[in-house]
């Protein structure tokens, strides 16, 4: 009986190293890229700044008194509730808005290093170099110190570690709530915060002009008819954020508010 041989081809090296390749994620294989690490300082940008913009809004209720800030903080620690017990969906806002923070500073970070391999000729003159890196100096300078900006935010007014004040309940019986009015009141009556408060939110209007500005070329949305609408875009959510955060400590000082 005869016997049927299959023919098959040599199998080569290159077939075998690809076989046994594992492939990358796709979302991991495309932030391996400059491109990818492009985008994914955009689109962090695009949530953190929404974030910076209705903190803002939402903080405005300071000027309406201590009760109605106190409900507002007091409903966002309700959040989803009871499908999830209190606070934990506020937690879970801060952990991803934290990993947007971390995934967008490890952006800016890994695009400098490929920029300095890409370029390692310094510019030719001082003209040359002040037109074509003033962004991205500011850009550096302006993010540390608005990370510097959170991390004391978030010792002073969240755990409270610097502020004697957070945490303190008010009120009695289903009106005792959380005095975020009067923790607020405190932190920025103290001058020396109330400053850093202030030149911290220039910095960070300065960071979101530049990263609104930018977030559009990143995006491929960069064509020149539409510079002049993308520059009132960048002016105007960066001058609502500066006057609005601004004047917080401002109202303080002045004993409008607190």
Request: hydrophobic share 50%; net charge positive; proline share 3%.
């Amino acid at each position: 009986m005869a016997q049927t041989v299959s023919k098959r081809g040599p199998v080569t090296g290159t077939a075998v190293a690809r076989s046994a390749r594992k492939r990358k994620p796709f979302l991991l294989d495309l932030y391996s890229t400059a491109v990818g690490k492009k985008y994914a300082m955009a689109i962090t940008g695009i949530g953190l700044m929404g974030f910076v913009v209705f903190h803002m809004i939402g903080n405005l209720k300071m000027y309406m008194g201590a009760s109605d800030l106190n409900h507002y903080a007091h409903f966002l620690e309700r959040l989803l509730y009871p499908i999830l017990p209190e606070k934990v969906m506020l937690w879970i806002l801060r952990a991803g808005l934290i990993g947007m923070v971390l995934l967008h500073l490890h952006a800016a970070y890994s695009l400098t290093i490929l920029n300095r391999h890409a370029r390692p000729v310094k510019y030719q003159s001082e003209r040359d170099y002040q037109v074509a890196s003033f962004a991205s100096r500011s850009m550096r300078l302006t993010g540390i110190v608005v990370l510097l900006f959170i991390v004391w935010h978030l010792l002073d007014l969240t755990f409270g570690v610097v502020n004697s004040q957070t945490g303190k309940m008010t009120g009695e019986g289903s009106e005792r709530l959380k005095d975020v009015y009067g923790a607020v009141a405190f932190s920025l009556d103290r001058l020396p915060v109330a400053i850093f408060y202030v030149l911290a939110n220039i910095m960070l209007g300065i960071h979101l002009f530049h990263g609104v500005w930018s977030l559009f070329q990143s995006l491929g949305w960069n064509n020149p008819k539409f510079n002049k609408w993308r520059n009132g875009l960048s002016t105007g959510i960066a001058t609502i954020v500066v006057v609005g955060n601004v004047s917080f400590p401002i109202a303080v000082l002045a004993g409008i508010v607190g």
